[in-house]
């Protein structure tokens, strides 16, 4: 079975689609984005950039596709690109209602790619609360793998490489998962695994 990915524009008020573009699945949204854009210019009628505001995800977020818009744009971006975002404190977000709610926000304007770009943060608890859970199980995971690793290379039965090359390797697999190598520090000393766990150390 062949994998194919749809690109499809609709109207804000009602959804309606304005445009379609089918496309190989193998093919990543960042390449399919700067394709299918001049298909969207010839496609709708009467087209005016300034009369347009595309919405899309950071999947479909780079360098070039940001330079190459001639519209409006509201995008999730990644706060990597542009590190000193994390330094905001929590207590300079605002409460903003929306829908009978409230969400933490933050708007500021920072240059990102050489332009000067309009960024808003959200805070949100829950989404807080997942990621630290998941962060914290983790940071035990990686711990645990560790512990078992020098296990193994204390224990005179086990055949696991002991170069520290391959060691090196298996710390490096280990530590793989999000933000793990930031806080956990590790490495090979007198044929055994040491490490420290810096859990202040600001992520990102």
Request: glycine fraction near 4%.
């Amino acid at each position: 079975m062949k994998q194919c990915s749809l690109a499809l524009v609709t109207s804000k008020e009602t959804g309606i689609p304005l445009f379609s573009h089918v496309y190989e699945g193998n093919k990543n949204d960042q390449t399919g984005f700067s394709e299918y854009l001049p298909l969207l210019e010839s496609r709708i009628p009467e087209y005016d950039p300034n009369e347009i505001t595309l919405i899309f995800d950071g999947g479909s977020v780079s360098k070039k596709n940001l330079a190459t818009l001639k519209t409006h744009y509201i995008c999730s971006f990644p706060i990597n690109y542009c590190k000193k975002l994390y330094d905001i404190d929590i207590e300079d977000y605002t409460g903003l209602k929306i829908n009978n709610r409230t969400v933490l926000c933050h708007r500021t304007t920072e240059s990102i790619w050489d332009e000067e770009r309009v960024c808003v943060l959200t805070f949100s608890n829950k989404l807080y609360d997942g990621q630290l859970k998941e962060l914290n199980e983790n940071i035990a995971k990686a711990t645990n793998a560790l512990a078992e690793l020098n296990d193994k290379i204390n224990d005179s039965k086990s055949r696991i490489d002991k170069s520290e090359k391959a060691l090196g390797k298996k710390i490096e697999g280990i530590l793989k998962n999000k933000y793990i190598s930031d806080i956990i520090h590790a490495k090979t000393k007198n044929n055994n695994v040491v490490y420290d766990i810096n859990a202040s150390k600001k992520l990102g």
